[in-house]
């Protein structure tokens, strides 16, 4: 049988034509980063890698079992907070309660930056639910194994610990002024127990070609947690803290990335600051929205889903973001698996699998009840998947986005679950390949038209 090409890229369509795609079977692959090197292709770009990429993480049952399990607490961690009187819960700066992903299943994706001068290259989660901006230092009383070697700001001589007397600790929320040498202090904490606490400082960051001064971090010594590798988190919310926020006027308030796809020829995907580079022309825009209740986290007008070109009989209001900030729609790269009102889901689900005719079907795997065993065939038909955003933009997904592989025995599983709440996330599998721009300055995200 003549092997099939896929359907590797995402359509924007206004009219429903498209039904079915053509889908050649994928599996996991890994590959390690470490043979790769940052590039200088231009100012404010680097690569993003996926946690696959690291050498320890070459099985694909336990890597899809690792991901799953941190990928629910950290969706059950967002649902929680977002649940909570709006003066109980507070994103912002360094302090508090701040929801990150490292622990709660966003360490999917990283980027190697240099942190100091001279720069010592480091691996750090990107999360676009944090402002947060911290990595492990020396002196360390407790810190967990990373890449690399643990930054010791004694060799930085651009490293400038924050004194409480300082303006950038008074502006800092959730900061301290208990140690003895008037440094300082910060504490992030996560609901699974894991911490970073240390001192605030101001520091060099290296983006391939460019360089960062002056930058406000956390430099931790004392860490615990399940942190895969990476030196720390880059937060990319929409908070005050955020790194897009502090480099201020520099970005135009510009962000745009492209999470490679799992079984892609691309070595990385990438990241890019700045408006001239970063904000592509022929993409679909959609406006953001802003929750009070959680500042940092980018909201979309969803309307609806569509499956096989038609559009589901869905009420629009089931993901309207409330007045008092419940429930809504939001993009995260800290999640893996979109989650779904559960009544969006189900119709979802029970319309992708009418739709699916012809596919041997298998029990569920883990939070996935939607499975076939397709260990026999080399490429498939499936039904479209889209998304019907607000003023009329529609999201068709590639079926590798949707459709994935849970073992390395042909179980392929629908990539999409309930949420615990009214809360919609749309995870990082379904934004894989799609060039996704954050244009904070004005309100609005854009899909495509590029993709990697």
Known sequence: MQ??????????LLTSSLQLQQFTLLTLTSKSVHQNKVTNQSNFSLPIYHISSFSNHTNNTSTFADRIHLDSARVATLAHDLSLPLDRY?????????????????????????????????????????????????????????????FDPSTSASFSAVTCGSRVCHLVSGTNCDNSDGSCGYEVSYRDGSYSKGVVALETLTFGSTTVSGVAIGC???????????????GLGWGPTSFLTQLGGSAGGVF????????????????????????????????????PRAPSFYYVGLLGLGVAGVRLPLEEDMFQLSEDGYGGVVMDTGTAVTRLPAQAYNTLRDGFIAAATGLPRTAGVSIFDTCYDLSGYSSVRVPTVSFYFAEGAILTLPARNFLIPVDNSGTFCFAFAPSPTGLSIMGNIQQEGIQITFDVANGFVGFGPNTC
């Open 256 to 291: 745009s990335y492209c999470l490679a796809s799992r079984g892609s020829s691309s070595e990385a995907g990438s990241l890019i600051f700045g408006r001239t580079e970063g904000v592509p022309v022929g993409a679909v825009w959609v406006p953001l929205l802003r929750n």
């Open 3 to 12: 092997k099939l090409l896929p359907l590797l890229f995402p359509f924007f």
């Open 90 to 150: 507070r994103l912002t700066d360094f302090g508090s309660d701040v929801v990150s992903g490292l622990s709660q299943g966003s360490g999917e994706y990283f980027i190697r930056i240099g942190v100091g001068t001279p720069a010592r290259e480091q691996y750090l989660v990107i999360d676009s639910g944090s402002d947060v901006i911290w990595l492990q230092c020396i002196p360390c009383t407790q810190c967990y194994s990373q890449s690399d070697a643990i």
């Open 220 to 234: 931790g010594h004392r860490n615990h947690g399940l942190f895969t590798g990476a030196a720390g988190l880059l």
